[in-house]
C-alpha cells in the first residue's frame, strides 16, 4: 500500500525530466491511436475459423483512442468504468440477507482440524457474509456462490490452507459454477495457503488449465479481491479467468470470461506460474499490490515463464496502478500464446520493478519473425511514470538477458516516464537496457531517464534485419556517461523520430546535448 509513496519519492530522487502527467499520456496516445487505425485499422479483417462456438468468440478489432484514467480532487487515478464496480458493491449489500461465523458451524482454527463442511454450512446458497476468525482455517478447497462475501480478519491473522489430502488441482478459493458463471463476490482480509508441502518433491506443482491457484475467479461477472496475501500455490496467486483456457487461434476469445473484477492490496510469493495473471477476461483494475519470488515449479526447470503480474491470452480492457514486482522473471507481462489472441487495450500507472529479469515484457509470442503470421490483436498498450530497479540475470528462465523493457509484436504502445537505474557493479554484457523488436509497430518512448549501466550496451535498440520494428518515435532520452551507446536504430528501420537525447557528463550537474 506505499507503492504509491515509493514511487513519488523515486521520481523526485532519480528522474531530471518534467513531472510524468497521464494527461500527456492520454495526448500521444490518443494521436498514435489514430494514426495507427488509419494505417493498420481498415485492413483488420474478422477471423474465419471452424470451430464450436460456445467455446470461443470472435474478437473484433476496436479503435482504441483513449487510456480511460481519470483522476479526483486528490489526484488519485482510476478507470473511469469503475463506477459500476462501486455500484455493484452496494447492490451485493442489499442483497446480503445475514452475516454468520464459521465459529458457529463447528470450524475450529487450529490449524489441524478439516472445517470444509463447517465452511460449506456457513456459506449455503450465498447472499451472505461469512466472517472467519483469527487463527490457521484447514479446507478441502472453498466454492463461493453468488452474492457472497468472504471476510477474515486480515493477512496474517486469518488464514486459510489446503488439506494436506487435497489434489494437486484444488483451488484454495474459488466461484461455485464456472461454466454457468457467477457475480457479485468478494474475498477479503486473510493469508490464502495452498500448501505445496503436501505435494513433497513432486517437480510439477500444476495439475493443468486455471487449476491449482489460491483464488481464482472464472466466469464471474462483477468480483473484488482484496487485502489478501497468497502463499506457495501451485499455479498462480490471483487469477481472473475464463471457465476454462482455450488455445483455438489469434482471434478467438474463450466463452465464459470474467468482468468487471477489481484486486486490490494483494501480496503473493511462492508462486509456481503468476502472481496476479488474467485470461480472457475484461475491465480489470489491479491496484497497490506486490508480487515476488516465484518458485516457477509449473514449469520445466530453468524454463519459467513466471511473471510478478502477467495479463495474458484474451485478455481485454486491463489497469494496472500502483504495483511493484521483485525476482521474477517478468514484473509486468503483456503477452498471449501463438495460439491466443493478444491481451489488449491494456494501461499501468505507476509501477516498480525490482531484480525482475525483464521488468516489462510486451510480446504476441509466434507472432514476431518474419515467417509467423502477423498478430490480429496485439495493440494498444499505455505505460506512465514506472521504474524498472536492477534488472537481473534469473535461475527461472536460462539465457534470458536481463531488460528493463521489450516490445515485440505489439502494435500502438505509448510509454511516458520510464526510470531505468541499473546497478553499476553487475555485469549486464553489452546487453540493450530497453528492446523495440520483432515486428513492434508504433511505438512512442517518452521521457526516458537511464543511469548506471556501464556494462550494458545501448540504452535504447531499435532492431532491424527481416524482423525489424517500425515507426518508432524516442524523445526525451536522457543517460548518464556510462552507457556505451544512447540509441541505436537498425539501418533498415523505414519510419523512426529520435529527439532530444541528452547524455550527462561524468560527475557534473549541467547535462549536454
Not at 480532487?73 to 452475516?99: M, S
Not at 514476431?368 to 537481473?392: C, L, Q, V, W
Request: charged share 20%; with cysteine; net charge neutral.
Amino acid at each position: 500500500m506505499k507503492n504509491k509513496e515509493l514511487l513519488e519519492k523515486l521520481q523526485r530522487e532519480h528522474s531530471i525530466s518534467q513531472p510524468v502527467e497521464l494527461l500527456t499520456s492520454e495526448n500521444l496516445f490518443k494521436n498514435s491511436s489514430k494514426k495507427w487505425s488509419q494505417q493498420k485499422g481498415l485492413t483488420f479483417e474478422w477471423l474465419k475459423f471452424l470451430t464450436k462456438s460456445f467455446l470461443i468468440k470472435r474478437v473484433p478489432y476496436n479503435d482504441i483512442q483513449t487510456t480511460d484514467w481519470e483522476l479526483d480532487e486528490k489526484g488519485n487515478a482510476f478507470p473511469r468504468w469503475i463506477n459500476t464496480l462501486d455500484q455493484q458493491y452496494e447492490v451485493l449489500y442489499g442483497q446480503i440477507k445475514g452475516e454468520v461465523n464459521v465459529i458457529d458451524y463447528g470450524a475450529v482454527g487450529d490449524g489441524v482440524t478439516d472445517n470444509t463442511e463447517a465452511f460449506r454450512k456457513a456459506i449455503g446458497k450465498g447472499r451472505v457474509i461469512v466472517r472467519i476468525p483469527e487463527g490457521i482455517y484447514v479446507t478441502k478447497g472453498i466454492k463461493l456462490p453468488s452474492w457472497t462475501i468472504l471476510l477474515g480478519e486480515g493477512k496474517g491473522k486469518t488464514t486459510l490452507k489446503l488439506h494436506d489430502q487435497s489434489p494437486k488441482a484444488e483451488w484454495l478459493v474459488t466461484n461455485k459454477n464456472h461454466l454457468k458463471g457467477n457475480r457479485n463476490i468478494a474475498v477479503k482480509g486473510m493469508s490464502l495457503d495452498w500448501n505445496i508441502e503436501r505435494l513433497g518433491d513432486e517437480e510439477k506443482t500444476s495439475a493443468g488449465n486455471n487449476r491449482s491457484s489460491c483464488v481464482t475467479f472464472a466466469n464471474v461477472t462483477y468480483g473484488w479481491m482484496m487485502d489478501l496475501e497468497a502463499i506457495n500455490p501451485g499455479l498462480h496467486c490471483f487469477d481472473v479467468s475464463s471457465s476454462v483456457y482455450t488455445y483455438l487461434g489469434d482471434g478467438t476469445r474463450s466463452r465464459g470470461g470474467s468482468k468487471y473484477i477489481w484486486l486490490d492490496n494483494l501480496n503473493g510469493y511462492g508462486f509456481g506460474d503468476d502472481g496476479i495473471t488474467t485470461h480472457h477476461s475484461e475491465y480489470i483494475f489491479i491496484s497497490n499490490s506486490h508480487m515476488c519470488d516465484p518458485s516457477g515449479r509449473s514449469h520445466k526447470k530453468g524454463f519459467s515463464n513466471s511473471n510478478g503480474i502477467e495479463v495474458d491470452d484474451g485478455s481485454h480492457n486491463v489497469w494496472l496502478l500502483n504495483n511493484s514486482t521483485t525476482r521474477c522473471f517478468g514484473g509486468v507481462e503483456v503477452k498471449a500464446h501463438h495460439n491466443a489472441s493478444a491481451a489488449t487495450n491494456v494501461h499501468i500507472y505507476g509501477h516498480i520493478s525490482v531484480n525482475d529479469n525483464r521488468s516489462y515484457n510486451f510480446r504476441h509470442i509466434g507472432h514476431h519473425k518474419d515467417m509467423d503470421p502477423p498478430s490480429k490483436t496485439a495493440h494498444h498498450i499505455s505505460a506512465t511514470n514506472i521504474f524498472s530497479i536492477a534488472p537481473i540475470y534469473t535461475d527461472l528462465y536460462n539465457d534470458s538477458t536481463p531488460r528493463g523493457l521489450v516490445v515485440a509484436g505489439y502494435n500502438h504502445v505509448v510509454i511516458n516516464g520510464l526510470t531505468f537505474i541499473g546497478d553499476p557493479s553487475y555485469d549486464y554484457k553489452q546487453n540493450p537496457v530497453i528492446a523495440i523488436q520483432y515486428r513492434a509497430r508504433n511505438v512512442i518512448l517518452n521521457q526516458i531517464f537511464i543511469k548506471n549501466f556501464s556494462s550494458a550496451g545501448p540504452a535504447v535498440k531499435v532492431y532491424g534485419g527481416p524482423n525489424r520494428a517500425d515507426d518508432i518515435s524516442l524523445t526525451d532520452i536522457t543517460c548518464d556517461s556510462s552507457v556505451s551507446k544512447a540509441v541505436d536504430v537498425g539501418r533498415d528501420i523505414e519510419n523512426s523520430i529520435v529527439d532530444r537525447v541528452v547524455i550527462l557528463p561524468a560527475q557534473k550537474e549541467t547535462s549536454t546535448t
